[in-house]
């Protein structure tokens, strides 16, 4: 990621090039053994602090996101075996309530140490309470960390992603309204 910069202002601009550089990120961690998911991650964030194109290329990653996303959401779905949702019920209550106890603890803890305003601490937990993709990409890891638990494992990350997608935005939305970052339509 720190040499990232220089093919984008070098080869092209940085619509020819951010493909190319994800790409190479994910193939470099595939050959390493590391997570290629985590290793974009990383790349991103360090893209985004070091480079003064990282704008356009987020730009661009913004337009052929929805496509993939789905793509992902669709065979990480055609993945899930429906038999087991009966039996995970308690550790999939547990898993759903503990991971929004987990997003309120975190923001709060967060908007604390950062002295964030009061909203913030009040109201950045709700608005955590969605979930994509990332949880979904970790229960691939799961496939090669722990085989023997990953279809459990799935089914429970799909599920609670089911539960959280669909109370989730309007959860959120009720929350960036109170803390008045939305303004009521007059």
Known sequence: ALLAPIPLRRFGTPEDMAPAIVFLCSAAADFFGASSLLSCMIFGALLVNISK??????????????????LFFVVSGAQLDVTLIPKIGLIGAIYVIMRVV??????FVGAVITHAPKTVRKYLGWTLVPQAGVAIGLTLVADSVVPQ???????????GTLIYELTGPVISKLALSAAGEIEKKK
Not at 102 to 107: I, L, N, Y
């Open 53 to 70: 194109d990282a704008d356009d290329v987020f730009r661009i990653a913004d337009t052929v996101t929805p496509p993939v996303f789905m």
């Open 102 to 107: 987990g997003k309120f603890v975190g923001a």
């Open 149 to 159: 638990y990953a279809e459990q494992i799935r089914a429970i990350v799909l599920c």
